[in-house]
């Protein structure tokens, strides 16, 4: 071995240096142009160094600004970068809380070391957020507003300066926040599809993940190769691509969600809440599907109001499942979760030439979604107590 010397430093998010912005920004209201535009960020920012030689150096937390790296960084070539995606909640407590932050700092682990970026303990990303949110929480997220929510985005990147195909030595872990607009509350106007999202199911030239691949790994590689077919379902009216995965048309993920169907089991006539399995690493490992299924498993297994009980399994299936289903009126409902886009209904999948509809027979969502939903938020809100929610302390 010999290639991690004994005293470089673990990432430590218990000390910080910090600056603190001197000329902050305004905040922008809900539903305004500055938080559609997805770029405009708080007034702060976390950064770590990391070198192969100390390993990782204090947190920093500094106003927010650009980077500045060599046009020889790693990053810019060979795609070495990773990211997170979480969200920080303001609850009807007023207090500001992480969902199962430890599972993004993990996952965030495990898409580093996938592109040879420095792994860290896992534990340490949610103290750095949580030293973010207490500076930027109170102001961007304040009291009053209980309910709303910011995006938070860690990313690693290879950011040294050696152009050589090689292992990076030197790399940056960022933290950026920013205001993001709340997808289950805007309205789709006119009458096409208000019901749920749009699929276009993927085509055989266009696959997201592989056996052997890093689909299971949350990198920036899988998104950039991804956006032709996302830009061509877009202009087609579609909101997100359905991937689909080998000769049979297995499906795995929409967009960046995960995908879960409801519907009578062909053979046993039992309703059961289906989603593909981790297994084959082909799909992306989502907190939120995680979250859905612990909750589905745990509380679908009675009545629940209207609800009848479901039974919860992970397994392939294919476009022809759906298809099949939705001519013989077995489908109860369909929809993604994801952090960015939370739970969301579909409404439609189009797979070649065939328009599916993945809506119950009375085209009504039969409400597991919407039920799911409000059990997440109730936890995210401070509504329920519940250990997945961690509480941000900020001192005023
Ligand atoms: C981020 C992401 C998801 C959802 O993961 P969550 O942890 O639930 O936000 C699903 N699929 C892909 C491809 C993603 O990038």
């Not at 960084?73 to 430890?102: I, N, Q």
């Not at 289950?184 to 085509?203: C, H, M, N, V, Y």
């Not at 799909?283 to 612990?294: A, D, F, K, N, Q």
């Amino acid at each position: 071995m010999g290639s991690i010397s004994p005293h470089v430093a673990e990432l430590d998010g218990s000390h910080f240096k910090i600056t603190r912005s001197t000329n902050l920004r305004d905040v922008p209201l809900p539903g305004s142009p500055e938080e559609q535009s997805h770029s405009y960020c708080t007034d702060h920012m976390v950064t770590v160094r990391w070198t192969v030689d100390n390993g990782w150096e204090t947190p920093e937390v500094k106003p927010f600004g650009n980077l500045s790296i060599p046009p020889t960084a790693s990053v810019l070539h060979y795609a070495t970068e990773c990211f997170e995606g979480m969200k920080v909640y303001r609850g009807y407590d007023g207090k500001l809380r992480l969902f199962r932050p430890d599972c993004n700092g993990e996952r965030l682990n495990t898409s580093a070391q996938r592109c040879s970026l420095p792994g860290f303990k896992y534990d340490e990303l949610k103290k750095l957020v949580a030293k973010l949110m207490e500076i930027d929480g109170p102001r961007w997220l304040p009291k009053n507003r209980p309910g709303s929510f910011l995006y938070i985005r860690p990313t690693v990147i290879g950011n040294g300066p050696h152009l050589g195909v090689s292992v990076p030595k030197e790399a940056l872990l960022f933290i950026i926040t920013v205001p993001w607009p709340d997808f289950t509350k805007i309205k789709q106007d006119g009458d096409e599809a208000p019901k749920g999202l749009k699929l276009f199911a993927s085509s055989p030239d266009s696959i997201r993940a592989w056996p052997g691949g890093f689909g299971y790994a949350k990198l920036g590689a899988n998104y950039g190769p991804s956006l032709q077919s996302h830009g061509k379902a877009q202009a087609q009216g579609y909101d997100q691509i359905l991937w689909l995965f080998g000769e049979n048309r297995q499906v795995t993920e929409a967009g960046a969600s995960n995908f879960f169907i409801i519907w009578k089991n062909a053979d046993t006539g039992k309703l059961e809440l289906v989603t593909p399995p981790l297994e084959s690493q082909l799909i992306l490992p989502g907190v939120t599907r995680r979250s859905v299924l612990e909750l589905a498993r745990e509380r679908f297994s009675k009545v629940v109001g209207t609800l009848e009980p479901l039974e919860v399994v992970e397994r392939n299936f294919t476009i022809d499942d759906i298809e099949n289903a939705s001519k013989e009126g077995r489908i109860v409902e369909a929809f993604v979760s994801g952090t960015a886009y939370f739970i969301t209904p579909v409404a439609l999948i189009k797979s070649n030439d065939t328009k599916i509809s993945t809506l119950s027979a009375s085209g009504e969502p039969a409400g597991y979604a919407a039920q799911i939903k409000s059990w997440l938020e109730a936890i995210m809100f401070g509504k329920e107590a519940h250990d997945w929610a961690y509480v941000v302390e900020e001192n005023e």
